[in-house]
């Protein structure tokens, strides 16, 4: 079990002194020194990060943390924020992308409610459908955040509440048995506040990280990128103090999934990051917590330009790029096969010497 | 059941009318349009592939058609060449690569001896052990190539038997059920027979097509790349006659994935490309009958620069690039899952309406 509260986190450091051993066994299994590239550097990584010269990452499962965006108000987002709610209750009766990817792959789909604008009680007490596979808590510090345009999103003891969530969440899964957790998010408006996030904590451009989003034209682009920019004027968040900064212009999930961040990586659980928000989550959770960095592995690379951008800043390459851009934490769950084809061909290859194969290379 | 020989196939075009639909209803599931990215084009090519709005790719089948190389004796590889007899009783014994990335995403290997200079028979009584998920077949042509720097590589007829091999194991595998195949294949010098092979048919320059196969310093390599240039001066395979290609400076195994290809593409099933050699294998298939491109679908680029050269010849577009240089199939098996999710979100996902989400895009 976890400590109780974020604030009192302790992140251990990686067991660096296992790479050499887990280097050695991956040069004596059947196939050339390195012939199988990304996966073998993912396997040292995932063994440091764990602590295990065989880690395991099963169990898998997605966190999918939802909230609202005052900042929809300005016009940001392609889609209203009712849909929210409604997707909520989409990967509810399991028949969200996210869903069928988690299907497809055996993982468990979490849903959690930090901050949705709209009462998802009626969903909870029904409760997930048999095969849905998804569980859901509603644990809503408040119902959407502030047009941060306007003002702060939330004020500070709301962002913190938010992390505290996120922190709960992940440990449960935790509790529960997963060795790797995907960090998802659903929240209409949620790319502007990465990208606010992202230019408060990197110092970027704005035009650098605000891009189409669920896929807005260029004149709603333009607004976002206003909304970034005067968001950030009219509330000078710190970066130098993440919580300032998630609260001014942060989302309430993206808190939440920076306090995940906090729990997986306390407790030697790797994150598997999603796309944009998610990885915007990851870099609110570094600033919290230096020490989390070596706990995230990126999976893909989205759509989005300022993606990119924070996939470098914290010197994570992702896995592939298929142009997605959906969210959710669809790419991470995609991703969770080649986390799992790392291990066990650390685990489960035949070395040269147990299968006859000579390794006279002349 | 297919046709029992591939001079007599007939490969259907695809069904290109049903791409609109597919379309329509990617169109209408709960996510933004087109936010899903490669994989909904991917879903698209597929169903005109398979002919269907819902294909399906289950079971899945890699088949591992191995052979050894006369040219492994002017110095090409790292490794000697009982080393392709010695990775085919590992693949029977379930230790290889390949082995443990199928029983990951659930696809069955079948290996093929169609020309490993070593008698195989014992390995083919003895059987596949419980849970090795490997079938195989011993249909050998000759016993390894002869020394294509010397002449030709093998015979027309050998060629054209070792074609109808490869025809043959996938129409097996096909009548078994297999509805995706992934091309694999074990062969020291294998690279440098499908680097031949590949200038010959594209007329690229060698030294674009000769990389460091199973990690060969650089002497090595410019071995490789006189090798390849000698073997096609001294044979002068004619590119408009691809047998003519296959025999003086192709391979039993490269001849035998060519043959694999030609008869999936008869039947309408999706053949997933591994690496350099299963790719320049589907670059013969493509000169044998154009027809056969459509059935083609790249998984990974490799680290063999002739890898990508040849996949933009035939104008495929790789899911991934994992730095692999392994073979046997194993960038293809690792693209199954992405080719399941594709379909999968064609037919599992939920529409707009069927969630009551707001599609009123603003």
């Known amino acids: 079990m976890g400590l109780s509260d974020w604030r009192g986190r302790e992140i251990p450091a990686p067991s660096f002194d296992l790479c050499d051993a887990v280097k050695a066994r991956l040069d004596r299994l059947t196939k050339p020194p390195g012939s199988l590239g990304r996966l073998e550097r993912l396997a040292v990584e995932l063994a440091a990060a764990v602590g295990e010269e065989r880690p395991q990452v099963r169990p898998a499962g997605v966190l999918v943390m939802a909230a609202d965006h005052g900042v929809v108000r300005a016009g940001v987002?392609?889609?209203?924020?009712?849909?929210?709610?409604?997707?909520?209750?989409?990967?509810?009766?399991?028949?969200?992308?996210?869903?069928?990817?988690?299907?497809?792959?055996?993982?468990?789909?979490?849903?959690?409610?930090?901050?949705?604008?709209?009462?998802?009680?009626?969903?909870?007490?029904?409760?997930?459908?048999?095969g849905s596979g998804a569980a859901f808590r509603i644990r809503k510090v408040r119902p959407g955040t502030a047009d941060m345009t306007a003002g702060p999103a939330m004020s500070r003891e709301e962002a913190e509440a938010a992390i505290q969530v996120g922190w709960e969440a992940a440990s449960e899964m935790i509790d529960a048995g997963v060795r790797l957790l995907v960090t998802g998010e659903m929240g209409i408006g949620n790319t502007?506040?990465?990208?606010?996030?992202?230019?408060?904590?990197?110092?970027?451009?704005?035009?650098?990280?605000?891009?189409?989003?669920?896929?807005?034209?260029?004149?709603?682009?333009?607004?976002?990128?206003?909304?970034?920019?005067?968001?950030?004027?009219?509330?000078?968040?710190?970066?130098?103090?993440?919580?300032?900064?998630?609260?001014?212009?942060?989302?309430?999930?993206?808190?939440?999934?920076?306090?995940?961040?906090?729990?997986?990586?306390?407790?030697?659980?790797?994150?598997?990051?999603?796309?944009?928000?998610?990885?915007?989550?990851?870099?609110?959770?570094?600033?919290?917590?230096?020490?989390?960095?070596?706990?995230?592995?990126?999976?893909?690379?989205?759509?989005?330009?300022?993606?990119?951008?924070?996939?470098?800043?914290?010197?994570?390459?992702?896995?592939?790029?298929?142009?997605?851009?959906?969210?959710?934490?669809?790419?991470?769950?995609?991703?969770?096969p080649f986390v799992e084809a790392a291990v066990r061909i650390l685990s489960d290859m035949a070395t040269f010497e147990e299968a006859g194969v000579s390794d006279a290379r002349r």
Chains 1, 2 share one sequence.
């Open 192 to 336: 502007t506040a990465s990208a606010a996030v992202a230019a408060a904590f990197t110092g970027l451009p704005e035009a650098d990280l605000v891009g189409t989003g669920s896929g807005v034209d260029p004149v709603r682009r333009q607004k976002k990128l206003q909304a970034v920019r005067t968001a950030l004027e009219v509330n000078r968040p710190n970066p130098a103090d993440p919580v300032d900064v998630l609260a001014k212009v942060g989302g309430l999930e993206i808190a939440g999934l920076a306090g995940a961040v906090l729990a997986c990586a306390s407790r030697r659980i790797p994150v598997l990051m999603d796309g944009y928000i998610s990885t915007a989550a990851a870099l609110a959770a570094v600033h919290l917590d230096p020490a989390a960095v070596p706990y995230l592995f990126a999976s893909h690379r989205s759509v989005e330009p300022g993606h990119d951008r924070i996939l470098r800043w914290l010197g994570k390459e992702p896995l592939f790029d298929l142009d997605l851009r959906l969210g959710e934490g669809t790419g991470g769950v995609l991703a969770i």
């Open 77 to 130: 987002s392609a889609y209203p924020s009712e849909v929210t709610a409604q997707m909520v209750r989409n990967f509810l009766r399991g028949g969200a992308a996210v869903n069928v990817l988690a299907r497809l792959v055996g993982a468990e789909v979490w849903v959690v409610d930090v901050g949705v604008a709209a009462d998802l009680r009626e969903a909870e007490e029904s409760g997930a459908p048999e």
